[in-house]
């Protein structure tokens, strides 16, 4: 597989201005702005209906935009769609397969509609069955594959044309854990290629791990496009430490509650989320192990509370869906 063209370290992939998109009457889009930074692995985050799928659509020229602009790598969607087509894959969220064909076949049939040669095929087909570990099942029937491994050919398919950025529409939906993860080191794998990845997905904790970029939509609107990292580290009022203690947390949590500087205490899966107003005169991180230790508590764990990505979704969305 080539190598994508070197894109300048700050030119985004992709960018969203004023895009507004209606569906007759009804406003999907309401305004949407947001950059895909080049080489990045983006999720793309909202409830049902929020226009994630709608979105997708226009990056990839299946819909036309109404107002605003869309660009790929600095080419308009709009006018210079065949271009666009050639850079980009989109897998979308709900894709038929040809069933009676061989995974082989059917990589083949795409390979073949980009216009490649036929020794082309044979080597591109090769490279991307090896990627997606499909090399082993090239000539069973798709009807016959589960539904990860379907996944998997669906994804071949999108890389036959060797795509510098690929729109993946819920990949993960539907796979077991295991297929998930290997989907995910896959799309790693795809990332350290130099391939920009857009990743919708509603499986929060996994974009955590996996993007390094992320865009949340809510009802046609943007609610937030930045750095992975800086949603987790977004704190509410107190910086929050997560204190593990050696047994059980029967009552703890009140008697930590009393102490003085901590604001407000949660139980978390075995451990307690502090919230914690420093006063240099009362506290600082030893004052509060102090505090534990003071109640007979054996802390085996003391870390700075990421808040979790689940939470900043639920912050920055609305109730219901649309
Ligand atoms: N072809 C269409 N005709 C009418 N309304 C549509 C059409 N496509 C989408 N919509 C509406 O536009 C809104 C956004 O839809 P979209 O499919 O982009 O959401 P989504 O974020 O992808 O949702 P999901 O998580 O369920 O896939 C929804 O309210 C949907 O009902
Ligand atoms: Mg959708």
Known sequence: MTQPTKQAATEPAVVLRGVQYSFRKFKALVDINFDVPAQSLHGFVGPNGAGKTTVLKLICTLLKPQTGKVQVFGKDVATDYLEVRRRLGFMPDHFSMYRQMTVYEYLDFFAAAYGLSLATRTKVLDEVL???????????????????????????????????????????????????????????????????????????????????????????????????????????????????????????????????????????????????????????????????MDLGITVTGFSRAQRHLNQAFMDLTEKGVR
Do not use: W
């Open 130 to 292: 090896e990627l997606t570990d499909m090399g082993g099942r090239r000539g069973d029937l798709i009807n016959g594959l589960s539904r990860g491994m379907q996944q998997r050919v669906g994804l071949a398919r999108v890389l036959v044309n060797d795509p510098d950025i690929l729109l993946l529409d819920e990949p993960a939906s539907g796979l077991d854990p295991r297929a998930r993860i290997e989907l995910m080191d896959v799309l790693r794998a795809l990332r350290g290629m130099g391939k920009t990845i857009i990743i919708s997905s509603h499986i929060l904790s996994e974009l955590a791990e996996l993007c390094d970029s992320v865009t949340i939509i809510d009802r046609g609107t943007i609610k937030y496009c930045g750095a992975m990292q800086s949603l987790l580290d977004h704190q509410t009022d107190f910086p929050t430490f997560r204190l593990t203690p050696a047994g059980p947390l029967n009552g703890l949590a009140e008697k930590l509650g009393a102490s003085p500087g901590i604001v407000s205490v949660e139980n978390v899966e075995g451990s307690l989320d502090l919230s914690i107003s420093f006063d240099p005169e009362i506290l600082d991180t030893n004052g509060v192990l102090k505090a534990a």
